[in-house]
């Protein structure tokens, strides 16, 4: 529309980004550094561009790149986004690289400490290609240029094209100031036996499974998870990796601990190991639901392929429009191909509409990872746990997959007054309770006065946080988006705990007063349903770190709902007054029915009397 034309327009005013007509610096002497002629370079490339748009290419967009060099030619470059276009950066002078610098900055922020730069390469998207003594010069223009900005630089792929020049892929990674390294939650799901924790314990620990459950042993917390080898509660585990993109793990050397892999990785992967027997669905819905991780990982064993569970995880994965990518283990076992036509069949059904993207190479892998936010790229790879076969492409996927969040986003969150939501609840010795979970918004630093609520009757209870820890190490503040965990002060009251409270900032005006609530209306959309709905239908509803079974009150406009059934629909907690505030998304769920929507209004206790 003309509005937003002429926004666009008024914004790129403001964008570092807007290109100023020269891909590299031309050589005042005349003398080009290539050995060719600098100008006639340049003429290539602006017919190259011209080539290009006389095709009818237009700019994709941000998010929908699909980077292959195997292709001859790369879509133009887009506007938005964390992905830079090069043709070359020979000698530039200090104006034109103080320039360079500044759109490093605007390209980090955009991928949120991670930029990618095609080098060879003009903006139409036409591979040109550098000879070595170009190619060189220019990446060490790309290292100064990060220098500068406290980043790390390292290639991911470097192709040779015809006439022996070349085009290079370059990783850019500046860890946010005050953050010490760029955190991606992954959740791991899946059936049971599909082998889920023995994959996270060859990834996180690097030691090849023996095929008969060794691996997995480091990831269970209880004893009957052990003698069951069912995973039936929550473990979180971490994989680094330093600024080279080399693992970082329990094997980097002999004394390594999680604090240390946190100290010594610039990015941390956190898998949440979630259960997949159907018995403990609950507590992965929970999961998913509270922690609200970037991306969702599905382990699919080839021998069994899909069953009821994997396609009951990957509804809810779809109805929380989560980014996930699927794993198919134990290829050492039988072949993988019967089960991935499965899978593809699955994906590319009328309810699902996604791209399978089987990734068989390096190349494909970093191409999955820095494409994974077009979410209709589902990556798929096949791999063993016990021979190693496919790991490496894992790891390397992992390592370019950014966390997918827009820095103004991000900005927004953090200027939000306080909000962490409570998903589990330790005893620790001499430390008292301990609350695990996300905060939504907001940043918390330690000392900081918080309310902590609801209490049974919907009001909220004064508390000092003492410690905050994050990656099992100890750290000062927490921004939005971060999961962490909490301490609070030993000499003061607290109330009883439970998963589904939240501690709010504490401003002491006495005007907002926090209060929890039984009603709320949502807009609900039902994804499945035997039969029909109807009022007096109980329910588990999750809204964040919410669990909780709910009833419903009030249809408006009817009297059922059926599948693919929207309306506003008016519930009530039947336990305990809850934090819940318009916009959040709600799923709920009860037995094979499911529906996710959006909380539109709240009726607090304190406004409604009691209930």
């Not at 970082?248 to 979630?274: C, G, H, P, Q, W």
């Not at 990872?369 to 990556?379: H, M, R, T």
């Not at 009001?459 to 905050?468: D, E, W």
């Not at 999961?483 to 501690?503: C, H, I, K, W, Y």
Request: glycine share 10%; hydrophobic share 35%; charged share 20%.
């Amino acid at each position: 529309s003309q509005a937003e034309q002429s926004m666009e327009s008024f914004l790129s005013l403001f964008d570092p980004n807007q290109d100023d007509g020269f891909d590299e610096e031309p050589e005042l002497n005349g003398n080009s550094s290539g050995g060719g002629s600098s100008s006639s370079d340049y003429e290539m490339d602006a017919n190259a561009n011209e080539r290009s748009l006389g095709e009818g290419s237009s700019a994709p967009e941000p998010g929908h790149l699909i980077i292959d060099f195997e292709r001859g030619k790369l879509p133009p470059e887009p506007q938005l986004g964390n992905v830079e276009y090069k043709l070359k950066l020979v000698n530039p002078s200090k104006q034109r690289f103080e320039h360079l610098v500044t759109q490093m900055k605007w390209r980090l922020r955009e991928g949120n400490g991670e930029a990618i730069y095609e080098i060879g390469v003009s903006d139409s998207g036409y591979l040109q290609g550098l000879s070595d003594k170009d190619m060189n010069a220019s990446l060490t223009t790309l290292k100064q240029m990060a220098h500068r900005l406290g980043a790390s630089t390292s290639v991911l792929r470097r192709k040779t094209i015809a006439s022996r020049r070349a085009v290079a892929e370059v990783l850019v990674r500046k860890i946010p100031d005050d953050q010490h390294n760029i955190e991606v939650r992954v959740a791991v799901l899946g059936g049971a036996d599909a082998g889920k924790s023995t994959l996270l314990g060859v990834l996180t620990q690097d030691e090849l499974d023996n095929g008969h459950g060794r691996a997995r042993l480091n990831m269970f917390r209880h004893m009957h998870e052990i003698q069951s080898g069912r995973t039936s509660c929550i473990s979180h585990e971490t994989l680094g990796f330093d600024a080279l993109g080399n693992v970082v793990n329990y094997k980097y050397n002999e004394m390594m601990t999680a604090e240390e892999i946190s100290d010594r990785s610039s990015k941390l992967v956190t898998f949440m190991d979630l259960a997949g027997h159907r018995r403990y669905m609950r507590t992965t819905v929970q999961a998913l639901s509270g922690y609200s991780p970037h991306y969702a990982m599905l382990v699919v064993s080839a021998g069994s392929g899909c069953n009821d569970t994997t396609e009951e995880h990957l509804a809810i994965v779809r109805a929380l429009d989560m980014p996930f990518f699927i794993l198919v283990t134990k290829t050492d076992i039988t072949s993988p191909d019967a089960t991935v036509q499965e899978l593809c069949n699955l994906l590319t059904t009328i309810g699902c509409r996604k791209v399978p993207f089987v990734v068989t190479n390096t190349d494909e892998a970093i191409s999955a990872g820095s494409n994974q936010v077009s979410e209709n790229i589902v990556p798929i790879f096949c791999v063993s746990n016990v021979t190693g076969t496919g790991l490496n492409l894992v790891t390397k996927f992992l390592y370019v997959l950014s966390p997918g969040i827009s820095n103004a986003e991000k900005d927004r969150l953090e200027q939000e007054s306080c909000e962490f939501q409570i998903d589990e609840i330790f005893r620790v010795s001499d430390v008292g309770p301990v609350v695990g979970g996300l905060l939504v918004q907001g940043v918390l630093t330690e000392n900081m006065p918080m309310k902590i609520g609801p209490l049974p009757n919907g009001s909220f209870h004064p508390v000092t946080v003492n410690t905050i820890h994050r990656n099992k190490a100890p750290c000062r503040v927490v921004r939005a988006g971060q999961s962490a965990s909490l301490s609070f002060a030993l000499d003061q009251e607290l109330p009883t705990l439970r998963g589904g409270m939240v501690l709010l900032g504490d401003f002491g005006n006495g005007v907002d007063e926090p209060y929890g609530t039984y009603f709320f209306q949502a807009k609900v959309s039902v994804l499945f349903h035997a039969t029909a709905i109807y009022v007096g239908f109980q329910t588990t509803v999750h809204i964040g770190s919410i669990r909780q079974t709910a009833v419903i009150r009030g249809i408006m406009g009817g009297e059922r709902l059926g599948t693919n059934d929207c309306a506003s629909v008016m519930f009530e907690f039947v336990g305990h007054p809850e934090y819940v505030r318009p916009g959040m998304r709600i799923l709920f769920r009860e037995g094979t029915s499911k529906g996710i929507g959006v909380v539109t209004q709240v009726f607090p206790v304190n406004k409604t009397g009691t209930k």
